[in-house]
């Protein structure tokens, strides 16, 4: 099969697809992976899953992690997607997660299950998402950084201070800060010219 694309953006398009599509098929062969033992009654053997005990855990993608390039291309893909930037947004980890990606370009996954990741902080929802939210990196590519949530924090905890939280939100109001002066010195100045 030839196809001819003409630009990055439906290579991009068409990768997600695939990906979405390989990841669909390896969770339906999961769960019904058949053999026969005696008598003719179909024995159901489980596939390990990727993060098998691992539900609820922050993990970090490094940018030396072979299959990096095309992680970060696709959460570029999300993130120039207003709802989906506007929900990681609402999050102040979650902006510190997208800041740091920008600046260093280290992405931040959780797991909602042990089957899969999501970019950003833990948001509920997993089950009304699209399949390009949906990741699934291979286990020695990340670095698990521990849970989420419930009673041991730990991976928020690291995540937190690899984002550096508290000096990220200090930059904020004062960028917040600065803009309200900036926008006040506009009126008076309006004022002045009038």
Same mark, same amino acid.
């Given at each position: 099969?030839?196809? /001819? #694309?003409?630009?990055?953006?439906?290579?991009?398009?068409?990768?997600?697809?695939?990906? =979405?599509?390989? /990841?669909?098929?390896? #969770? =339906?062969?999961?769960? &019904?992976?058949? =053999?026969?033992?005696?008598?003719?009654?179909?024995?159901?053997?489980?596939? +390990?899953? *990727?993060? +098998?005990?691992?539900?609820? #855990?922050?993990?970090?993608?490094?940018? !030396?992690?072979?299959?990096?390039?095309v992680m970060a291309d696709?959460?570029?893909?999300?993130?120039?997607?207003?709802?989906?930037? &506007?929900?990681?947004?609402? !999050?102040?980890?979650?902006?510190?997660?997208?800041?740091?990606?920008? &600046?260093?370009?280290?992405?931040?996954?959780?797991?909602?299950?042990?089957?899969?990741?999501?970019?950003?902080?833990?948001?509920?929802?997993?089950?009304?998402?699209?399949? +390009?939210?949906?990741?699934?990196? *291979?286990?020695?590519?990340? /670095? %698990?950084?521990?849970?989420a949530f419930a009673d %041991?924090? =730990?991976?928020?905890? +690291?995540?937190?201070?690899?984002?550096?939280?508290?000096?990220?939100?200090?930059?904020?109001?004062?960028?917040?800060?600065?803009?309200?002066?900036?926008?006040?010195?506009?009126?008076?100045?309006?004022?002045? /010219?009038?």
């Amino acid at each position: 099969m030839t196809t /001819t #694309h003409n630009t990055k953006a439906d290579l991009l398009a068409l990768i997600s697809t695939l990906e =979405a599509k390989v /990841t669909q098929l390896e #969770h =339906a062969l999961e769960e &019904t992976v058949v =053999a026969k033992k005696r008598g003719g009654k179909p024995v159901i053997e489980k596939v +390990a899953k *990727p993060y +098998a005990g691992k539900q609820g #855990h922050y993990f970090m993608m490094q940018t !030396s992690a072979p299959g990096y390039q095309v992680m970060a291309d696709r959460v570029v893909l999300l993130l120039e997607q207003e709802d989906f930037a &506007t929900k990681i947004r609402k !999050s102040q980890l979650g902006r510190a997660m997208i800041q740091q990606f920008e &600046t260093t370009g280290d992405l931040f996954f959780w797991s909602p299950n042990q089957n899969d990741l999501m970019f950003g902080p833990v948001l509920p929802g997993r089950d009304k998402i699209g399949e +390009a939210e949906i990741f699934v990196i *291979p286990a020695t590519e990340l /670095t %698990d950084l521990g849970k989420a949530f419930a009673d %041991d924090k =730990a991976g928020k905890v +690291a995540v937190e201070a690899m984002v550096n939280l508290p000096g990220f939100l200090a930059l904020e109001k004062l960028q917040k800060e600065e803009r309200k002066l900036q926008e006040k010195l506009n009126k008076l100045n309006e004022k002045s /010219t009038k």
